[in-house]
């Protein structure tokens, strides 16, 4: 039986603080190098938590949600569990029935990271992966700096390197709830600088183009609750709510590619990212994991905003974005930031 100090590797959790000076506090675990908390001070002299998280380290072993996880080598879905290059096909682990989801059953989010450095406003995680992991071609060394600045911004970088050509996704699983009370997220505001989104099927696989949100429930360029347009199209209620990528415009350094304000206004979250697109999930699936003040979290209690590559894009080498592929010789490098600010 598995103790609740102790990792399924049989070592303890070593959990990290990083603090700034205005008194935020985030905390990770170097199990899946999970992001575990965010801890925002507000105007009024309270603390307001921004993350879902679960009560202890151990918890986090009995949920699906990949709740505040480091997923990869490939984040969101890759169809059939199959890549290609050339005449060459690798068949990957598969752990959505016949698809893979994020890097597969014991994909990165499954793992230790060890710490290589750490100090109060910065902590690094390097893995190694080798030839073979879930399927992947190649050995890959990832390493992953969290950081708080002092405005409250948590950035995230990542930087990998392989000895074989393989495709690197990396993306941050948080979930936000800016509300004090963690009510239905449906009810916080949002506004996305995206022109398209990808439409999937019922399995989250992409099966049409890149589509025009002018006219749709996907159109959140300007401001908006989730609740607004939530199910009003069949490409929502295939998937039971927003779980699309939306392929951002980038081109502005300065605007967030992503707003999220708490239903009070009180709270506001702004995400800018070096990665082509945002995975936009409304948490549709989120009944029964369980929770950090109660017992389980309901469905739509939090929102996601994973930065990364379009889903299945190893299928898809004519999509309008960077190549997903990294070649031996060349880096891959992607960072987030995640601002969260007491209006």
Not at 179 to 184: I, L, P, T
């Amino acid at each position: 039986m598995l103790s609740h100090s102790h990792a399924p590797d049989g070592q303890p959790w070593r959990i990290t603080t990083l603090r700034n000076a205005g008194g935020m506090v985030a905390t990770f675990m170097d199990w899946g190098a999970t992001w575990l908390s965010a801890r925002v001070p507000m105007k009024d002299g309270s603390v307001r938590e921004a993350l879902l998280g679960c009560a202890t380290p151990a918890d986090y072993l009995n949920q699906t949600a990949y709740l505040g996880a480091t997923v990869g080598r490939y984040a969101n879905r890759i169809a059939n569990a199959a890549i290609s290059a050339g005449e060459q096909r690798w068949q990957l682990a598969a752990n959505q029935g016949k698809h893979q989801l994020h890097g597969g059953p014991q994909g990165f989010h499954a793992r230790r990271w060890q710490i290589v450095s750490q100090t109060g406003q910065e902590v690094e995680y390097q893995l190694d992966s080798p030839d073979g992991d879930q399927g992947y071609p190649g050995h890959l060394q990832v390493t992953l700096r969290y950081r708080l600045e002092e405005d409250n911004t948590l950035t995230i970088r990542y930087h990998a390197t392989v000895d074989q050509a393989c495709p690197v996704n990396l993306t941050n699983h948080a979930y936000f709830n800016l509300d004090a009370q963690h009510g239905d997220a449906r009810h916080h505001r949002l506004r996305l600088r995206a022109d398209h989104y990808l439409p999937v099927d019922s399995e989250g696989i992409p099966n049409r183009l890149l589509t025009d949100v002018t006219d749709t429930g996907f159109d959140f360029r300007e401001i908006k609750t989730v609740a607004q347009d939530f199910l009003l199209d069949d490409d929502q209620r295939a998937v039971k709510g927003y779980d699309h990528a939306f392929l951002l415009n980038g081109g502005d350094d300065t605007q967030p590619d992503a707003e999220l304000w708490s239903a009070d206004c009180r709270l506001k979250l702004s995400v800018f990212t070096t990665a082509p697109a945002l995975q936009f999930y409304s948490g549709n699936y989120l009944e029964g994991t369980p929770a950090r003040e109660q017992d389980v979290y309901t469905a739509f209690q939090g929102i996601a905003l994973e930065s990364e590559f379009l889903p299945d894009s190893p299928n898809h080498p004519e999509w309008p974005q960077p190549d997903c592929w990294l070649q031996p010789g060349e880096s891959y490098q992607s960072e987030t930031r995640y601002r969260l600010t007491p209006l």
